[in-house]
Nanobody, 121 residues
Framework: VQLQASGGGLVQAGGSLRLSCAPSGRTISTYALGWFRQAPGKDREFVAAISWTGGSTSYADSVKGRITISRDNAKNTVYLQMNSLKPEDTAVYYC???????????????WGQGTLVTVSS
């Protein structure tokens, strides 16, 4: 599965962005999906995940209440709505896919290319 993330950009602190991720050439409707991020000089970290039905979600404590993951299986796309952005949210954001929500949270089967989010203070 090849995944392509998009929607990154430059935003002021307190602003919002919505990231999207879609596969090329294959459906992701039966995969759990997730988002990770890697800030400059730091390790990649888990952000959020959603089950293949959309009925279960999981979030990192650092983003709870500000970031929402969702999916539209008809459009074969997963989204990450980010509100109240902070400078510390600055990172390259990657989407990922896995067989279950537990797998995608810890060791995804597939990774996508990242999209850069920069939050200015």
């Amino acid at each position: 599965v090849q995944l392509q993330a998009s929607g990154g950009g430059l935003v002021q602190a307190g602003g919002s962005l919505r990231l999207s991720c879609a596969p090329s050439g294959r459906t992701i409707s039966t995969y759990a999906l997730g988002w990770f991020r890697q800030a400059p000089g730091k390790d990649r970290e888990f952000v959020a995940a959603i089950s293949w039905t959309g009925g279960s979600t999981s979030y990192a404590d650092s983003v709870k209440g500000r970031i929402t993951i969702s999916r539209d299986n008809a459009k074969n796309t997963v989204y990450l709505q980010m509100n109240s952005l902070k400078p510390e949210d600055t990172a390259v954001y990657y989407c990922a896919a896995g067989s279950t929500i537990a797998v995608v949270t810890t060791a995804p089967n597939y990774w996508g290319q990242g999209t850069l989010v920069t939050v200015s203070s």
